[in-house]
């Protein structure tokens, strides 16, 4: 199994800009498409955006333009870089593969890193 361990998270003002990473642990890194997620306290696990081991992306319409997915695969790691941030951004933000809601059950999580966004 791989081991996903976030980081970056804390405490930000609306409109301002956090820089999230995590680090993979395993095998064939590159080969896996990522994801990052998050999740608010009663709302269900939101996928955010994707990101193929070529570089290829996919952003939610709800963090579209605003953030930003990267990964080096030499590193084992993903990045999200969140700007223009807003207080409904506050969750709790996960890595893992990409999956549909449905394939997520059958993930292992780790215990992602808390994004609050308040004034």
């Known amino acids: 199994q791989v081991q996903l361990v976030e980081s970056g998270g804390g405490l930000v003002q609306p409109g301002g800009s956090l820089r999230l990473s995590c680090a993979a642990s395993?095998?064939?890194?590159?080969?896996?498409?990522m994801a990052w997620y998050r999740q608010a306290p009663g709302k269900q696990r939101e996928l955010l955006a994707t990101?193929?081991?070529?570089?290829?992306?996919y952003y939610a319409d709800s963090v579209k333009g605003r953030f930003t997915i990267s990964r080096d695969n030499a590193r084992n790691t993903v990045y999200l870089q969140m700007n223009s941030l807003r207080p409904e951004d506050t969750a709790v933000y996960y890595c893992n593969e990409a999956k549909s809601p449905e394939q997520q059950a059958r993930l292992s999580w780790g215990q992602g890193t808390q994004v609050t966004v308040s004034s």
């Open positions: 990101i193929t081991g070529g570089g290829n992306t």
């Open positions: 395993g095998n064939n890194f590159s080969r896996y498409v």
